[in-house]
């Protein structure tokens, strides 16, 4: 009996350290970063440390902090949303302007914040549609041969209260389909 129960006590710390380990991992970032106490949650999956290449369309984008469960208040957070990726020249009203110098993309994603975290919508959004959006009644004109797919990058990055920790989420917008032509000469069997 004493044996059986050895056994099953080596067996409950084993899975106590097994536990310890994983939570570790998961808010280290797979152990490459310091310990996190915040975090940013997509469609299930938990962000610790910095993203790149998602690929967002109307995204729900949740924010945690990881003993949230047992804090007295309400923890607080801070947005913004940048350009990024390469940088090119264009013109608003005749003035040259720098890609990664304009400031304040946000209010171009109709960012819908509550205590919990933020939507941002960002369905066929091109980089034209966010600087009209940036400099309304203005006149942009962007370079000739500018490839808008490639160029249409962004950054959200999510602040802690504390303003110590915070998560980059570089993205893309997604693109929607409306529709597909198939030609019947075309499709073989």
């Keep these: 009996m004493k044996k059986v129960l050895a056994f099953w006590g080596v067996v409950l710390i084993l899975a106590l350290i097994a536990g310890v380990v994983y939570f570790v991992y998961v808010f280290t970032g797979e152990f490459s970063t310091d310990f996190k106490t915040f975090y940013v949650e997509i469609s299930g999956t938990k962000y610790v440390k910095d993203a790149y290449d998602l690929t967002f369309g109307k995204t729900r984008v949740d924010v945690h902090y990881t003993f949230e469960k047992v804090q007295t208040k309400k923890l607080t957070f801070t947005y913004v949303i940048e350009p990024t990726g390469n940088d090119f020249n264009f013109t608003v009203d005749g003035e040259k302007v720098s890609w990664l110098n304009v400031d304040?993309?946000?209010?171009?994603?109709?960012?819908?914040?509550?205590?919990?975290?933020?939507?941002?919508?960002?369905?066929n959004k091109k980089v034209s549609d966010v600087l009209k959006a940036i400099y309304p009644n203005s006149e942009i004109v962007l370079p000739d041969g500018i490839d808008e797919e490639r160029t249409s990058r962004y950054k959200l990055t999510v602040t802690a209260e504390d303003k110590r920790t915070s998560v980059s989420?570089?993205?893309?917008?997604?693109?929607?389909?409306?529709?597909?032509?198939?030609?019947?000469?075309?499709?073989?069997?």
């Design 104 to 123: 304040g993309l946000t209010e171009a994603f109709g960012v819908e914040k509550d205590a919990d975290g933020l939507t941002l919508d960002c369905v």
């Design 169 to 189: 989420l570089t993205f893309k917008c997604s693109a929607i389909v409306e529709s597909i032509t198939l030609d019947p000469s075309e499709i073989t069997f």
